[in-house]
């Protein structure tokens, strides 16, 4: 009689199967504390892990930046101030900052604050030249980054061709801004409340207004904000779009080769 047919898994399943013996194989034998870069790519060619995969990883771990949990009213309220894309592209650390560079001034209406040999930031133009610019664009889609504290680049080399890039950018202004447009329009319901009482209104009338005027207030400054928070995000995606695919040529979608 014919042996059965071997059981197939599913990516799924075999994701789980390789995790648990990743677990009881780590359980049943002794790991060493520190490993250094050489001695893990050795490791991982025994288990099949290729070098460059590897050191692709290792470099994506030493820019990893684990961001703490905000909390407090304001954070409840509007969102993370906070935003961050990651890509790897093909290029050196150094082209890939001077296209980044390029593409936050003509793109973005941003100016260099400070450079690094792996790092720049940059904050909104501002002025007369940013002014202009700014009322000159006509395509609809503005600077979103414009409006950020400050947006920052990190490139590091995951191998000869090829370079890990972090983009982050901070909103904490743009946040604050909202949280006290929302406090404003709880004060101003507070205070129509309390006009409307000294009119000798109906309390329920009187407190009715002032809660429509307050929600109303705060719900638009947090509308507002998570806008801007979202283009801004969409902004440092489309950004590294770019570093990956290239410029899009007008009216076509794909570049043809």
Known sequence: ?????????????????????????AASTEVPETLTEDELVALGAEVGLSATALRQAL??????????????????LTGPATFVATRTVHGTPRDVLTKLHRMMDEGENLREVRRF????????????????????????RG????????????????DATRVH???????????????????????????????FVALNLMLPVAIGAG???AATAAASARS????DARLAQLALEQILDRLEFGEASKGKLFSTG
């Not at 979103?144 to 920052?152: F, H, I, T």
């Not at 507002?224 to 806008?227: A, F, G, L, Q, V």
Request: positive net charge; proline residues 5%; hydrophobic residues 50%.
């Open 165 to 195: 890039v972090r983009l982050e950018a901070l909103l904490h202004d743009r946040r604050s801004n909202a949280a006290q447009a929302g406090a404003f329009g709880l004060l101003g319901g507070t205070a129509t409340s309390l006009v």
């Open 224 to 227: 507002s904000y998570r806008r």
């Open 211 to 213: 809660a429509v005027i």
């Open 143 to 158: 600077f979103p980054l414009a409006r950020a504290d400050e947006v920052s680049a990190v490139a590091v080399a995951a």
């Open 59 to 76: 470099v994506e771990e030493r820019m990893r930046v684990v961001l703490p949990e905000e909390r407090g009213l304001v954070a409840s």
């Open 117 to 140: 040999p792996d790092r720049v930031v940059w904050g909104a133009r501002g002025g007369f030249a940013g002014t202009i610019r700014t009322l000159t664009r006509l395509d609809g």
């Open 1 to 25: 009689m014919a042996d059965p047919t071997p059981p197939v898994l599913h990516r799924a399943a075999l994701e789980r199967v390789l995790q648990r013996a990743a677990e009881l194989q």
